[in-house]
């Protein structure tokens, strides 16, 4: 969660490809990135509505977008703060934020969000937030940088409740940057190597969005939609392993079915989520011990719902190291 910085794979490999590549194939990975970042990609796009409407149990308010206004933003302070964390990257205040700085990677920034000067959403419609967070693409149909994977499986009311909350924070004037690549991250995307989230769409950007998430109670149904967050580095199969997209210095990710989490109660499970701590007690490393900050802030029933959705998966062996 987070830290999702998708540095990449074999950076070290390509730094030597690099340096034996010389000038010219410094050049030429500038070009052909240039190229690859330039493509576009056509994405069939929703719109929804912000706020989402009131519901029946609201009617009889004098004012019924004032209190769906108030409670979306609620929710989507929840959303924000529990189990989404565009934070990381976005700022705190949502006025900008850092993803990756690094001289072979390059600068790659979360602009400003917030409806301050400098917003690079100041004039966003609704499909242009489905297009960039559900779909990794931004409104002139180039591939985002942004890792969204974790975001497609979102509802167009949960969407719509994070819009409602980001816009409803304090306006910050910052101008972020546009990201900047270094050599090895050019190279990445020039062969091909970059995880753009555009190109991982599981439907190939077809099928529609759920309008409303699965009710909120403590079962596996919603258990199941919560765990699309947690897909990205521990797989869709929860088996775990190296993670794909993830720095080099990073752990593979644990297998969070029977074959991993052996013996493990519910309440082994909470320690870890919310203190950051294996079964034995020693501290879980980068990225996981991120965690707890977002966890603690997880109703018992989001907790109870993913677990009993981790106690149906099947056992399946970690994919083997890469
Ligand atoms: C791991 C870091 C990271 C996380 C987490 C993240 N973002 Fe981003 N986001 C970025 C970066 C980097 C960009 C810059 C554009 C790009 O990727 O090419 C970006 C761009 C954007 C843009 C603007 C795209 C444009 O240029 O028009 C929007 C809107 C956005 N993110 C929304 C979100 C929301 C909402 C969330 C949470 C649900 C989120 N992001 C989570 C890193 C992140
Ligand atoms: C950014 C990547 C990332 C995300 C997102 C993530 N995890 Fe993890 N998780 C890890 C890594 C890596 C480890 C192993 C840490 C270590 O070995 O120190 C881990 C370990 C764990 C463990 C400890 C298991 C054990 O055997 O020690 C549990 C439980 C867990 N994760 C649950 C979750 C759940 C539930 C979610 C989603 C709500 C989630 N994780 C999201 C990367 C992630």
């Known amino acids: 969660m987070g830290i999702i910085k998708k540095v990449a794979i074999g950076v ?5 490809v690099l340096v034996v590549a010389g000038v010219g194939g410094y050049v030429w990975a500038g070009n052909a990135s240039a190229t690859q970042l330039a493509r576009t990609v056509t994405v069939p796009t929703t719109g929804f509505p912000m706020p989402w409407p009131a519901g029946a149990d609201s009617a009889g308010g004098t004012d019924s977008t004032a209190m769906a206004t108030t409670a979306a933003i609620a929710r989507g302070k929840h959303l924000i703060e529990a189990r ?34 400098g917003s690079r959403t100041a004039s966003y419609t609704a499909e242009d937030w489905d297009r960039i967070v559900r779909h990794g693409v ?7 940088l942004m890792p969204s994977e974790d ?15 980001i816009r409803s924070l304090p306006p910050v004037d910052k101008t972020v940057p ?13 062969t091909g190597k970059w995880t753009f989230s555009a190109d991982m769409h599981p439907t190939k950007h077809e099928g529609a ?8 109670v403590a079962d596996a149904t919603f258990g199941k939609h919560l765990v699309q967050g947690c897909t990205g580095c521990h797989r869709a199969n929860l088996a775990g392993g190296p993670i794909v ?3 080099p210095n990073w752990p593979p990710a644990a297998n969070l079915t029977p074959a991993g989490l052996t013996g493990w109660s519910y309440d082994d499970f909470v ?28 109703t018992d029933v989001e907790m109870q719902a993913l677990w009993a959705y981790i106690s149906t998966v099947p056992a399946v062996e970690s994919a083997p190291a890469k």
């Open 12 to 16: 070290g490999g390509l730094v030597g």
């Open 84 to 117: 989404y964390p565009c934070a990381e990257c976005h700022g705190a205040d949502f006025g900008g934020g850092t993803m990756v700085d690094d001289p072979a990677m390059g600068q790659i920034l979360g602009p400003n969000l917030t409806t301050g000067a």
């Open 138 to 144: 931004k409104p002139d149909g180039t591939r985002a």
């Open 151 to 165: 975001f497609f499986a979102m509802s167009d009311r949960e969407l719509s409740d994070v819009v409602m909350y």
């Open 178 to 190: 546009v990201s900047t690549l270094g050599p090895v991250a050019k190279a990445l995307v020039a």
């Open 209 to 216: 969005h759920a309008a409303l998430p699965p009710a909120e």
């Open 245 to 247: 997209a993830g720095p």
């Open 271 to 298: 320690r870890a989520m919310r203190e950051g701590v294996r079964k034995d007690g020693t501290p879980l490393r980068e990225p996981m011990s991120v965690m707890p900050k977002f966890a603690k802030n997880m």
